[in-house]
């Protein structure tokens, strides 16, 4: 468990935070650039500079390398502060009643209020901010890049409030201690097949944000996101009065008040997805995404493929030995099961395959899905209704090519995508 939260908030940190302070090692003066900048935490500076580095040297594509991985971090980082400062997820009553965590977020005693226009433009700063991140790493396309980085000192500005203290100090998470219980070094060479597995991400990310923004959820919204932001003006804040009702006292079954709204909410939340399409050109923008994900993957394994080096590797080929993490093995077995089963959900995206459904022999033409949407009702999909629409005969997607992959991935095929994207 401890190995599998490491490599994810490695993982978390390479694509938004991914630089730092430390090492006198440079590559490139994008390297220096980068570390003398992001150990700081200060995003919008090192993005100022590298792309005056960039500019000044349109073939540097060590720098253009660093401006994309720079902006990928500006744009969580902008996500970031902007869920801080409307308390999202500092709590979530129901996790708690569940037994888990109540605690998802570091808690912001004095949230704003948040509206549902308000939460739909974080969104679209976002994936506005991510496109800009992705097209910037396009530019690095196939040429020889590389940048030398240590991880462990790197901090984040993740709550906006300008100071940068250990609070921030993101690298000492996923680092180990030395004897005195400071980070030690942790090294990772990144180039020129890591951007575009950094774009893989960003395009994941951006059909996810695009498949909420496509949609209308102002049913959820008011009926059950005040379990998500405490101070969301919704349709129940309103009947309540916002900032009234502080959930003490009990019910008439003798529950806690507060802990009998946070199960209603989330009850309400589930109820009420049945969204809507209501920017159709957006939906359809979401298997663009989809699709250029699975051809970045090819991408990115046929440059591996190609590197000499094996330094330090963030995504080590079968010949390479350097690699960071090295609880996860990558072998050609493995890469080549993974392209194969992507293969397949690329062509499930375009219709030529089915999607199978637990219900039906029949499979859902996934194609039909984004170019004649319907509502998307999460219940009525999970249970069969939702998906009589797009039912079609035809070829259905086996489990074949899964059930393989787990084979070879040694059942921990879900670390290995996480990892590979």
Request: charged share 20%; with cysteine.
């Amino acid at each position: 468990m401890r190995s599998l939260f490491k490599m994810a908030a490695v993982m978390l940190m390479t694509a938004a935070f991914g630089w730092s302070a430390a090492p006198a090692k440079a590559d490139s003066a994008a390297s220096a650039l980068f570390q003398s900048y992001l150990g700081k935490g200060r995003i919008s500076e090192a993005d100022e500079q590298m792309l005056a580095l960039a500019t000044k040297a349109s073939g540097n594509a060590d720098a253009r390398l660093g401006l994309g991985m720079v902006r990928t971090a500006r744009a969580l980082e902008h996500l970031s502060q902007a869920l801080y400062k409307y308390g999202f997820a500092s709590e979530i009553p129901a996790m708690r009643l569940l037994g888990l965590s109540g605690t998802v977020f570091s808690t912001n005693p004095d949230p704003q209020p948040v509206t549902y226009q308000d939460f739909r433009g974080i969104l679209t700063t976002f994936a506005a901010d991510l496109d800009k991140a992705d097209q910037t790493l396009a530019e690095v396309g196939d040429i020889e890049a590389k940048l030398t980085v240590d991880l462990s000192v790197t901090r984040f500005d993740w709550n906006g409030d300008g100071i940068i203290d250990e609070r921030d100090h993101i690298g000492a998470a996923i680092s180990d201690l030395d004897d005195s219980g400071k980070p030690r070094p942790f090294v990772v060479a990144f180039d020129t097949a890591d951007a575009k597995w950094l774009r893989g991400y960003c395009n994941i990310l951006m059909a996810l944000t695009k498949t909420l923004l496509s949609h209308d959820m102002s049913r959820s919204w008011d009926a059950g996101f005040g379990s998500l932001f405490p101070r969301a003006v919704t349709g129940l804040a309103t009947a309540n009065g916002v900032g009234v009702d502080d959930g003490s006292g009990v019910t008439l079954f003798g529950t806690s008040k507060r802990d009998a709204e946070a199960i209603a909410d989330l009850i309400s939340l589930v109820h009420t997805i049945d969204w809507p399409v209501a920017d159709q050109a957006m939906w359809l923008e979401v298997r663009g995404h989809l699709k250029r994900v699975i051809r970045l993957n090819h991408e990115t394994w046929a440059l591996i493929a190609r590197e000499t080096d094996d330094d330090h590797e963030w995504l080590p080929g079968p010949r390479q030995k350097s690699g960071v993490l090295p609880s996860l093995d990558v072998t050609q077995e493995r890469i080549d099961s993974w392209l194969a089963l992507l293969g397949q959900v690329d062509q499930v995206l375009d219709g030529k395959l089915l999607m199978p459904h637990w219900r039906f022999t029949k499979g859902v033409n996934l194609a039909r899905v984004f170019e004649q949407p319907g509502n998307f009702d999460l219940m009525l999909w999970i249970t069969g209704p939702g998906a009589l629409p797009f039912l079609d005969n035809g070829k259905v997607m086996d489990a074949e090519a899964w059930s393989q992959a787990t084979r070879l991935f040694g059942g921990d095929v879900a670390s290995y995508a996480f990892y590979f994207n």
